[in-house]
């Protein structure tokens, strides 16, 4: 009977080293390289998110007028138009009762990344609202003034009317008075076109 070949000490310490530790380390190596790639990625994407973030918040509840913070706000409103969702979700806040709106979590998201907190933004909204109504009004009260006065002139209505041109343009001064600064309406006058699309007439 043939004798059965002796196989070498350092082959079996091999087998044995591939069998109970080389297959193991590589799993764990494995696994644990997948855990690393999970959490470095995380950790890259808060980075990227935090660096997203805005350096401030415009909190402060104002409807003080001041051209470069309303500037900001029709950028925002211009921003936010190009994407149709959200466009729907902005004129409807827009329009709804300042302070009892509940902003959509959406477009809270995109006024926070724009440095708007949703109340402050809106309050500014009610007052481009007001501005514009205001500067609406003082249109219609100049067209009114100029028709008249042509009227007049070329004698198609009686002297006695500057009675009412005088009235019309009390009302203008007033308004211009308590409603209006030249600031905001040099303001509303570049930008109306804006506000306008925004505003729901009731």
Same mark, same amino acid.
């Given at each position: 009977? !043939?004798k059965?070949k002796?196989?070498?000490?350092?082959?079996?310490?091999?087998?044995?080293l591939r069998r109970k530790?080389?297959?193991?380390a590589?799993?764990?190596?494995s696994i644990?390289?997948?855990?690393?790639?999970?959490?470095?990625?995380a950790v890259?994407?808060k980075?990227?998110?935090e660096?997203d973030?805005p350096?401030?918040m415009i909190s402060r509840?104002?409807d003080k007028f001041e051209e470069?913070e309303?500037?900001?706000l029709l950028?925002t409103?211009?921003?936010?138009n190009?994407?149709?969702?959200?466009?729907e979700l902005?004129?409807?806040y827009?329009n709804?009762p300042?302070?009892?709106?509940?902003?959509p979590?959406?477009l809270?998201?995109n006024?926070n990344?724009?440095?708007?907190e949703a109340? !402050?933004?809106?309050?500014r909204i009610?007052?481009?609202?007001?501005m514009?109504?205001?500067?609406?009004?003082?249109?219609?009260?100049n !067209?009114?003034i100029?028709?008249?006065a042509k009227?007049?002139?070329?004698?198609?209505l009686?002297?006695s009317?500057?009675t009412?041109?005088?009235?019309?343009?009390k009302?203008?001064d007033?308004?211009l008075?308590k409603?209006?600064?030249?600031e905001e309406?040099?303001?509303?006058?570049?930008?109306?076109?804006?506000?306008?699309k925004l505003?729901?007439?009731e």
């Amino acid at each position: 009977m !043939a004798k059965s070949k002796k196989i070498p000490r350092s082959k079996k310490l091999v087998r044995v080293l591939r069998r109970k530790w080389f297959k193991p380390a590589l799993y764990t190596i494995s696994i644990s390289y997948l855990i690393y790639l999970g959490i470095s990625n995380a950790v890259i994407q808060k980075k990227v998110i935090e660096e997203d973030l805005p350096r401030f918040m415009i909190s402060r509840l104002s409807d003080k007028f001041e051209e470069t913070e309303f500037s900001h706000l029709l950028l925002t409103v211009q921003e936010i138009n190009k994407r149709p969702e959200l466009a729907e979700l902005l004129k409807d806040y827009a329009n709804r009762p300042y302070p009892s709106a509940v902003c959509p979590k959406l477009l809270e998201q995109n006024l926070n990344r724009m440095n708007w907190e949703a109340p !402050a933004f809106l309050i500014r909204i009610k007052k481009l609202f007001s501005m514009y109504d205001s500067y609406d009004h003082l249109k219609r009260l100049n !067209a009114t003034i100029d028709f008249l006065a042509k009227e007049i002139k070329e004698r198609r209505l009686p002297k006695s009317f500057m009675t009412q041109i005088d009235l019309l343009q009390k009302e203008r001064d007033d308004l211009l008075k308590k409603e209006l600064t030249p600031e905001e309406y040099k303001f509303i006058e570049d930008y109306g076109g804006i506000v306008q699309k925004l505003k729901i007439e009731e």
